[in-house]
C-alpha cells in the first residue's frame, strides 16, 4: 500500500510540531507541560485478590503490582500518543518492529525477525516479521497487520504522525511475512525511529485507518499485557496468556493516578504503593533518597534524555553578535544551578546531545561556568562594559517551577559577578502562550527543555540546528524558527544531512562533533542541564530498573516469595 504525503503544517512542535521533520521538534507541552521531570515516580504495591483498582496495594502478598502516578494519560491509542507516560505504557503493552535489549542501548528485532536490510541508495528496508504471533483480540499477526498499523500512525493524522508522515514514501507487505518501508530521503537512524512506542503493531480488526479515527480508552496489540480496564484514575493491565515473547513475572498491573505528587509521596511513605516513577520535587526525592539510604525502601536512579537549554533569537540586536552569545555562555553556572535548585538532582550538560549518546561531546566547557573575566572579556569585544552594559531580556515558563528558580538564579549571579557590565531582565509567561510565540521572534531569551523522540542523537541536533531556507545568518523557514532561534548555517545543514546518510557509527559520530564543535562556536543555544530519572521501590519489589533508552520494564517486576 502506498501513503500518501500527511503531516501538520503549522500546528505548534509542543503538540505534535512545526510542520516537518526539518521543523521543529518537541515534546515540551505535551510531555513536559508542568513536569519536572527530574525524577519519576510510579508506585507498585501487591494484591492477592482477584483484582480491584480502588485501593492499589491495600492486599499483602499478591502476585499483582500496583502502580501510582501523577501523569494524566490523554489517550492509549498509538497513533495518537505523544506523552512520556502514555509512551510507557505502550512499550510494554504493544511490541514493535525493534526494541533495545534491556539494559542497554543495542537494537534489537522485536517483531521483525532480524535488523533490516537496506537498499544501496539507503531508501528501502526490507524486514521479515514474525510468525505464530497474536493480537489482543486473537487476530493473527502477520506483514498486512505490521504496514496496516504504520500506514494508520501516518494517516491518521495524530500528534507523532510526521514522525513517519516525513520520512517514509511507502509502506507494503511484498510478503506474508515481509514488510519493504521506502523512504523518502536516506535517514541512518530509522530502525531507531521504528523502536518509537507509536509505532507498535495494532490489530486490524479493532482500529480504523482515517484521519482523526482514534480510539483513546482502548488498546489492542501484541504485548505482554492486554487492557483490561481504563477509567479517568486508574488503568488494570491483566497478562495475556498467548504472548509469544518473554512472559511477565506478575499477573498484572494495576494503575493509580494521584492528584499530586504530595498524595503519591503519602502513599508511598505509607507502603500503599510500592514503586516511584513520576513526579516528585526535589525535596520530596531528596527525603525518598535519605529513607533508602536507611534502608527503609530502594531508590533508583539513571541518567535522564531530558534537557534544559536556553534558545537565543539572531535575528535581533544584540544577539546578532556572537560574542555576545558567548559571554551569557560563559556567564552561567551549572555547578551552582545543581547545588542551588537541584540539590544534585540533575547533570550540567555541555551540548544539546545528552550524555546517554557516546557522540556526546561537552563542547560548551571551553567558556568554564561562570566565569567572569571571560564574560568580560568577551562584553569588551562585544562593545560593552560598566559604562554600556549589555541589557538582555530572559524570558521562562511561569508555570514550571524549577524556571522560575534558575532564571533568578542566574541574574542573581550576573549582579553578583559583573559588576553592571551585563544586566538581566527577567519576563515570564505561561507554557502554552510561549509555545505559540516562539516562532515569531519576540522573545531575546527563552529558557527551555526537551525530550527528544526516539533514541538516536540526531532527535537533538536536526529539530534545533536544521534551516530549510535561509540567508546569511538568519533562518526563515525550519526548525530553528520553531525554538525561536532562527539560527542558519548552511555547513552545519549539510553537516546535518550527511549524518542522516551515513550508515558507518565511526563516521556518523565525527560529523555530530564537527555538528557540536559548530554549535559552541556560534551559540545559537545554550545546553544548561541534564535530567536524572528516579524510581523508588519497596524492600521486597525485585525487578525495578530504569532503562538507559527512558523505558520501566513491568513484565521484571515481581514480589520477593
Not at 510540531?17 to 525524577?39: D, E, M, N, P, T
Not at 498486512?144 to 514514501?169: C, H, W, Y
Not at 539513571?302 to 558567548?326: A, C, F, H, M
Request: hydrophobic share 35%; net charge positive.
Amino acid at each position: 500500500m502506498t501513503l500518501a504525503r500527511s503531516g501538520h503544517p503549522g500546528l505548534p512542535r509542543f503538540s505534535g510540531r512545526i510542520s516537518s521533520l526539518s521543523a521543529f521538534h518537541w515534546r515540551g507541552f505535551v510531555k513536559f507541560l508542568g513536569l519536572f521531570s527530574l525524577c519519576c515516580l510510579l508506585a507498585i504495591a501487591c494484591s492477592r485478590q482477584p483484582q480491584t483498582t480502588s485501593s492499589p496495594g491495600s492486599v499483602a502478598g499478591s502476585s499483582r503490582i500496583s502502580m501510582g502516578t501523577t501523569a494524566k494519560i490523554r489517550t492509549l491509542d498509538p497513533a495518537d500518543s505523544y506523552e512520556v507516560f502514555s509512551g510507557n505504557l505502550l512499550y510494554n503493552m504493544g511490541d514493535r518492529l525493534y526494541s533495545y535489549e534491556l539494559g542497554t542501548t543495542q537494537l534489537k528485532p522485536q517483531l521483525a525477525t532480524k535488523l533490516p536490510e537496506v537498499s544501496d541508495d539507503g531508501l528501502a528496508y526490507k524486514i521479515p516479521v514474525r510468525q505464530g504471533v497474536v493480537f489482543h483480540d486473537g487476530t493473527a499477526f502477520n506483514a498486512k497487520a505490521m504496514a496496516f498499523s504504520l500506514q494508520r500512525f501516518i494517516e491518521n493524522g495524530g500528534q507523532p504522525a510526521f514522525l513517519l508522515a516525513d520520512t517514509v514514501d511507502s509502506v507494503e507487505a511484498t510478503g506474508d511475512y515481509e514488510v519493504t518501508i521506502r523512504l523518502k530521503k536516506p535517514f541512518a537512524a530509522f530502525p531507531a525511529l521504528l523502536a518509537f512506542p507509536g509505532t507498535c503493531a495494532v490489530s486490524p480488526k479493532a482500529y480504523e485507518l482515517g484521519s482523526g479515527k482514534f480510539k483513546p480508552a482502548a488498546f489492542v496489540g501484541t504485548g505482554p499485557y492486554k487492557l483490561g480496564q481504563y477509567a479517568s484514575d486508574s488503568l488494570r493491565l491483566d497478562t495475556f496468556d498467548q504472548y509469544w515473547g518473554e512472559k511477565p513475572t506478575n499477573q498484572g498491573i494495576d494503575i493509580q493516578i494521584f492528584t499530586s505528587g504530595a498524595n503519591l509521596f503519602n502513599a508511598f511513605k505509607t507502603k500503599q504503593v510500592d514503586v516511584a516513577y513520576q513526579t516528585l520535587d526535589p525535596n520530596q526525592v531528596k527525603t525518598l533518597e535519605q529513607g533508602a539510604e536507611r534502608g527503609n525502601w530502594q531508590a533508583i536512579a539513571g541518567p535522564g534524555s531530558n534537557i534544559s537549554y536556553l534558545t537565543l533569537n539572531l535575528k535581533e540586536p544584540p544577539l546578532d553578535k556572537v560574542e555576545v552569545r558567548q559571554a551569557i555562555a560563559a556567564m552561567i553556572d551549572r555547578p551552582l544551578l545543581q547545588r542551588r535548585i537541584f540539590q544534585g538532582q540533575i547533570e550540567p550538560l555541555y551540548s544539546l546531545i545528552p550524555t546517554v549518546f557516546d557522540v556526546n561531546k561537552p563542547v560548551f566547557k571551553r567558556y568554564g561556568d561562570g566565569d567572569a573575566s571571560k564574560v568580560q572579556a568577551l562584553l569588551k569585544q562585544a562593545g560593552y562594559s560598566t559604562a554600556k552594559p549589555l541589557k538582555v531580556n530572559l524570558w521562562y515558563r511561569s508555570n514550571v517551577p524549577n524556571n522560575v528558580s534558575a532564571a533568578n538564579t542566574l541574574k542573581g549571579l550576573v549582579q553578583q559577578k559583573l559588576g553592571g557590565a551585563m544586566q538581566l531582565e527577567l519576563s515570564s509567561v505561561e507554557s502554552a502562550t510561549a509555545y505559540t510565540n516562539l516562532d515569531k521572534g519576540i522573545y531575546p531569551i527563552f529558557l527551555l527543555d526537551y525530550y527528544g523522540d526516539f533514541f538516536d542523537p540526531d532527535t537533538y541536533v536536526q529539530p534545533f540546528l536544521a534551516c530549510a531556507k535561509g540567508s546569511q545568518t538568519v533562518c526563515q523557514e525550519g526548525a530553528s524558527v520553531g525554538q525561536g532561534s532562527f539560527y542558519y548555517n548552511q555547513r552545519v545543514n549539510q553537516l546535518i544531512d550527511q549524518e542522516r546518510r551515513e550508515q558507518n557509527a565511526g563516521k556518523r559520530q565525527q560529523i555530530f562533533g564537527q555538528i557540536q564543535e559548530i554549535l559552541a562556536k556560534e551559540v545559537p543555544f545554550i545546553p544548561l542541564w541534564q535530567s536524572k530519572d528516579y524510581a523508588f521501590a519497596q524492600q521486597g519489589v525485585n525487578g525495578v530498573r530504569l532503562e538507559p533508552t527512558q523505558q520501566l520494564p513491568l513484565w521484571p517486576l515481581h514480589k520477593a516469595s
